[in-house]
Nanobody
Framework: QVHMVESGGGLVQAGGSLRLSCAAS????????MAWYRQAPGKQSELVAY???????DYADSVKGRFTISRDNAKNTVYLQMNSLKPEDTAVYYC?????????WGQGTPVSVSS
């Protein structure tokens, strides 16, 4: 059974930083591209960043230069380092296999950025 556990969110002032973690189980982690998604209140979810099994990365334009995705295959964990946070980054953040079904999202970790 696929299981994602996100952590590391919190309340931070604009300009601050947070590091999110996602521990994955029930998948062959090292051969899957992993992604971070977010959903702000009243908005559709969006893909924030992903990292391929070859460690290639890509980012939404809104976070390029501020966020960094990484992975540790030995720990089945994917990370999202978020710097220079803005109020518009406020959302619940989820991880999943890139393109995987939404039912596999975990409970998410909330990020709130105050101005």
């Amino acid at each position: 059974q696929v299981h994602m556990v996100e952590s590391g969110g919190g309340l931070v002032q604009a300009g601050g930083s947070l590091r999110l973690s996602c521990a994955a189980s029930g998948i062959d982690f090292s051969v899957n591209a992993m992604a971070w998604y977010r959903q702000a209140p009243g908005k559709q979810s969006e893909l924030v960043a992903y990292i391929g099994e070859d460690f290639s990365t890509d980012y939404a334009d809104s976070v390029k230069g501020r966020f960094t995705i990484s992975r540790d295959n030995a720990k089945n964990t994917v990370y999202l380092q978020m710097n220079s946070l803005k109020p518009e980054d406020t959302a619940v953040y989820y991880c999943n296999v890139l393109g995987g079904p939404r039912r596999n999202w975990g409970q998410g970790t909330p990020v709130s950025v105050s101005s």
